[in-house]
């Protein structure tokens, strides 16, 4: 199994190349952004997601592709892809909404949050994946990785979080003194061992928002108001 990303350039967003050898299998939860396909006509298999993962995709269908084949799948301007390589020993948690595809050998498992943090941050579960295999996650933005450390904290945006490993604290606070944290999202204080995923595309589109839009009077009573950045949008 091969799988290659093709930047495009410019504002053309991504492009993944996959080439399947006989008996691989590649699952595919955005079937409609497959844009060309080589190989027998039986080796691309649509079908119905189950229940849980309709409720959590917000999608029907998905698409099987086995080997021998080679396709290529594009995400639009604005979204970036990220191949993770999975390990028998890897506890990392993830959102479903980011799963874009994932190889055969790989099964799925539901980590129930706190109430309290499925309040604040309106999700309820997270999910684990066991085996080994790649998976691709699908982002607003490019993804970076930060190695936790076991005493001292790292602070997360929480809406940016994309995965962090099972055994990580993790506590939703804000942070700095108190104009900055009335100006700030919810964050994650993680503490552990492990790599936490998180992406930027909520920030740029933000700040793009800002410089384009924004008037001189909006911009001042965000910054003067207090919580004034999440109440005034």
Partial sequence: MNIRIRESGGENGQAVDFS????????????????????????????????????????????????PSQFTAAV??????????????SDLLYDFRNLFFYSSGIEMHTRILKIKNMLI?????????????????????????TELHPTEPVYVDAANLVAYPENAKLELTVYGNTLASQHMNYHWKMTGTGTVLYHAGMQAGRLQKEMEQDGLLKRILREVIPFGGVIIK
Avoid: C, W
Avoid at 23 to 29: Q, S, V
Avoid at 132 to 138: E, K, S, V
């Fill in 76 to 89: 639009p301007p604005g979204f970036a892809i990220k191949t993770v390589e999975l390990l028998e020993y």
């Fill in 20 to 67: 399947l050898g006989e008996g691989e299998t590649m699952h595919i939860l955005h079937p409609e952004q497959i844009l060309a396909y080589r190989g027998p006509s039986d080796g691309r298999s649509d079908r119905l997601m189950n229940v849980k993962g309709i409720y959590r995709k917000k999608r029907l269908i998905q698409a099987d592709m086995s080997g």
């Fill in 121 to 145: 941050t309106q999700d309820a579960v997270k999910m684990k994946f066991t085996g080994t295999g790649t998976i691709g996650l699908l982002t607003e933005g490019a993804v970076y990785e």
